[in-house]
């Protein structure tokens, strides 16, 4: 599942990052460009701490742990700032989607909810590891929107989703780009479960009963008229 994780964000942000530079528009806001470190970052602390714990250097883990939930708290701050201040640089242009806010902010909600409930879970290895890795996956949508979502649309002959104007239009092709790759993930994870358990962890379906609803709430604002008008305010617009 790391190696998958890394791969998810190096193929998803390599591949648009070489499509900018061939078409001459690889600039960032200096948001981006903070937001992407501790980003990053996440990913080298989430990779360290499963190295320490196969190591069996759970003292070290415990206390680098202290320094995650920090990072994590920064991330959601982060992340809320980087979604208004890049759709307010956007704004007008071909790029601009206010309503793709519900998205950015609901992917924070998550995340944040579930970096939470792991740390409440710490003292419980078997929850606390579970919700971790499901909080870290559910990152990688900013990977796959940029590289395997497009094409998963393009394959099956389907519109983007923010092409559509109603939800009813948009709701498949919104699941398909949006939770698909990401959520074929967390179910390899619940299949692991299954295949060596015999069991799906309770912490494993409290996770998805957190996560699930809320990204398609956010699917289903997207669509809503008052929910783009909501959005321009949000960005001062």
Not at 11 to 17: A, D, L, P, R, V
Not at 69 to 98: C, H, N, R, W, Y
Request: no cysteine.
């Amino acid at each position: 599942m790391l190696v998958v994780v890394w791969l998810a964000i190096l193929s998803g942000f390599g591949y648009n990052n070489v499509q900018k530079y061939l078409a001459g528009k690889l600039t960032y806001p200096w948001i981006v460009h903070i937001h992407s470190v501790f980003f990053v970052g996440w990913l080298v602390l989430f990779t360290a701490q499963m190295v320490l714990v196969r190591r069996d250097q759970v003292d070290t883990h415990r206390r680098l742990g202290v320094f995650g939930a920090g990072l994590a708290s920064v991330m959601v701050v982060l992340g809320v700032m980087t979604a208004i201040m890049t759709e307010q640089i956007k704004f007008g242009t071909a790029a601009s989607d206010p309503p793709f806010l519900s998205v950015m902010l609901g992917d924070m909600l998550v995340f944040g909810g579930l970096v939470t409930a792991g740390m409440l879970m710490r003292r419980s290895p078997a929850a606390h590891k579970r919700v971790m890795l499901i909080a870290t996956l559910v990152l990688t949508d900013a990977g796959f929107g940029r590289w395997l979502s497009p094409k998963i649309v393009e394959w099956m002959g389907l519109k983007n989703y923010w092409e559509l104007k109603t939800f009813s239009e948009g709701a498949w092709p919104f699941i398909r780009f949006q939770l698909l790759p990401v959520y074929t993930l967390i179910a390899a994870l619940g299949a692991f479960d299954l295949f060596t358990r015999k069991r799906l962890h309770p912490v494993y379906l409290r996770a998805i009963a957190w996560s699930l609803p809320i990204h398609l709430l956010a699917g289903w604002l997207y669509f809503q008229p008052f929910w783009k008008s909501a959005a321009l305010r949000i960005i001062g617009r």
